[in-house]
């Protein structure tokens, strides 16, 4: 499989995870469902590699994918952070862009400008990021704010650290992909963990869950399905990005992986009946086109 599906499934497989973690949020903490989803993925991970008996080699891969596991989780708890806060009308879009530049400047760097018409697809993709992750200000926001530096400082670091763990992931040279993911899962986990513990204010959901009887129970046996989903469709998203890079450019392959806000969108809509804005709209026609010319 080339590069481009291999970027193609990376946004679809980030897209089914946004979607579906997004669903499993609304029952259950936030916090909670990303360490089901990536503890049973891990677990998942281990299995097969026990079953292949391949094992762990200590490699320079391996400290890629721990320190892109560490990074990506960093940047997670940055962007739940900016959920609570509201204003995400001005936060979403600039996240998601900036985690799409700074691989792609990256990219540019280290292996050169793409074609011309590459180029414009580019253009017209990174335009799709921003629509897709524009929300009107009363979808979110009870009150419209001003764009300021204090507001937009977040959203720059937060999407310049997820950039920078897709940058991680690009380093991983080996097409067996199966130990890199698991250790990048681990580091992960050991990450949201320390955060879990030393940070009050991330403990309160699942406190409060934990005192209702029978509650966290039924969150582990009902969602354990769901939070499986998740966790496998994102590392399988994960896999597909590592592999993409090896045979690819990094900084087409990290702009065709940022278009999985699409997929969450048309989840949204033909699932959630959620009605799609004139942006969302436009960014599909937009995402479409940048797929063509990219393809070219």
Known sequence: ???????????????????????ASRRWPSL??????????S???LAVIILRSSGLQLSTDLAWAMLAGSIDSIA????????????????????????AVVPMLFGIITSGLPGAVKIIGIAFALTAILLFGYTSP???????????????IQPIWVGVVFGTALICLDQVENPDVFAPLLVLRMAALSTLLFALLTRPNLQRPIRAIWKQ?????????????????????????TAAFILATQLG????????????????????????QERLQWEQLVGLGFCLTAIALISV
């Open 1 to 23: 499989m080339t590069a481009i599906p291999l970027g193609l499934l990376t946004a679809l497989g980030w897209g089914l995870g946004d979607f579906y973690g997004g669903v």
């Open 32 to 41: 909670l469902v990303i360490l089901g989803s990536k503890g049973i993925a």
């Open 43 to 45: 677990l998942v991970l």
């Open 76 to 99: 997670l708890l940055g962007f739940y952070q900016l959920l609570s806060r509201g204003n995400m009308s001005i936060s979403a879009p600039v996240t998601a862009l900036l985690a």
């Open 138 to 152: 009363d979808r979110y926001d009870p009150v419209r704010r001003k764009i300021t530096f204090q507001i937009l």
């Open 213 to 237: 009887k029978g509650a966290m129970q039924e969150a582990l046996a009902n969602g354990a399905k769901l939070m499986a989903f998740i966790g496998l469709a994102d590392i399988s998203a």
């Open 249 to 272: 450019n990094l900084t087409i392959i990290a702009v065709l992986a940022s278009l999985y806000p699409a997929v969450t969108v048309l989840l949204a809509h033909f699932i959630d």
